[in-house]
């Protein structure tokens, strides 16, 4: 398949099945709800070596808060509920019980459900007090600017980790430029993460090292510097790759986001050097969710 002169190679992302929460910040301003969201994504690029994958999903308005406050909508994955449930509730005590003027409430419905304030309300020393309002469960721990609202669970849900492609473009600031291209269409997006650092990654990897130990090493086949040697994807006239990694509550929601990137990316076509769109996979033996690109490219939008 091409697109505007970039080739859509044949080949799928592999993605796995993660398990998910959505929590809902909320605070006086948007600058304090910020803070929180972005101190509690932190570290949290990858489950290989951060035990969970999180980031901010999107701005919410006074009008869509519990509180009729502003606030941010965060994603949290994991790959077991177990460390979903802990990696929860120690970013939501470090970062959000700690960050000024701030409150937490459940960004999701279910019957499966993990704690949230359930543990953290402790930090009251007795003092916390609890309110049942609509069949929830909220704690008020006072704090010294007065108190904390904490919804005692939020619900967790199956959901994909995984999701990605490849930008193989002519110069490192093509690439660069396309991938942001991506990011910034894909950031409009509900129901997905891109968990890296503003949403790309240059280190992609692949499964494995020859060093014992190391679960992932660099993902040699992409790497320019690397072209002379056997076993190379890429081209003479392709100069870097960067990689897309998304995240999202189902597998339509990656495969939206994926598409929604991918055209962003050819949009700018082959005359601004972006050459090729690929995906990585480990052959098909590491994740159950095989989203192959010509498939996502062909299919009609309706999202």
């Not at 962003?264 to 989203?291: D, M, R, W, Y």
Request: negative net charge; aromatic residues 6%; charged residues 20%.
């Amino acid at each position: 398949m091409i697109i505007n002169g970039v080739e859509i190679e044949d080949t799928f992302a592999e993605a796995f099945d993660m398990r998910a929460t959505r929590i809902i910040i909320t605070a006086i301003n948007f600058k304090w709800a910020r803070h929180a969201a972005v101190t509690m994504t932190g570290f949290a690029t990858s489950v290989i070596g951060c035990g969970v994958e999180a980031g901010i999903e999107r701005v919410l308005h006074g009008d869509e808060t519990p509180d009729g406050r502003p606030g941010m909508a965060v994603l949290l994955f994991a790959t077991s509920t177990k460390t979903l449930a802990k990696q929860l509730e120690t970013r939501v005590g470090q970062c959000v019980l700690t960050c000024p003027t701030t409150a937490v409430f459940a960004g999701l419905e279910g019957d499966e459900k993990i704690p949230l304030g359930k543990n953290v309300r402790y930090f009251g020393d007795g003092f916390q007090i609890s309110k049942m309002v609509g069949g929830k469960r909220f704690w008020r721990v006072p704090v010294m600017d007065g108190e904390f609202l904490c919804e005692e669970e939020t619900a967790r849900t199956t959901a994909v980790g995984g999701g990605n492609f490849l930008v193989l473009a002519r110069t490192m600031s093509q690439a660069l430029l396309a991938s942001e291209a991506a990011i910034d269409a894909i950031y409009r997006l509900p129901h997905v993460i891109m968990p890296f650092p503003g949403g790309g990654v240059r280190s992609g990897s692949k499964v494995g090292s020859k060093y014992k130990g190391l679960m992932a090493s660099t993902n040699d086949p992409y790497c320019p510097t690397l072209k002379g040697l056997a076993g190379s994807r890429l081209g003479a006239d392709i100069g870097a790759a960067m990689e897309i990694v998304i995240d999202g509550l189902t597998a339509d929601d990656v495969r939206h986001a994926m598409r929604t990137g991918i055209h962003a990316v050819c949009a700018l076509g082959s005359s601004e050097g972006i050459l090729q769109i690929t995906a990585s996979n480990f052959g098909g033996k590491l994740g159950a969710h095989h989203l192959h690109l010509s498939e996502i490219m062909g299919e009609a939008d309706s999202s």
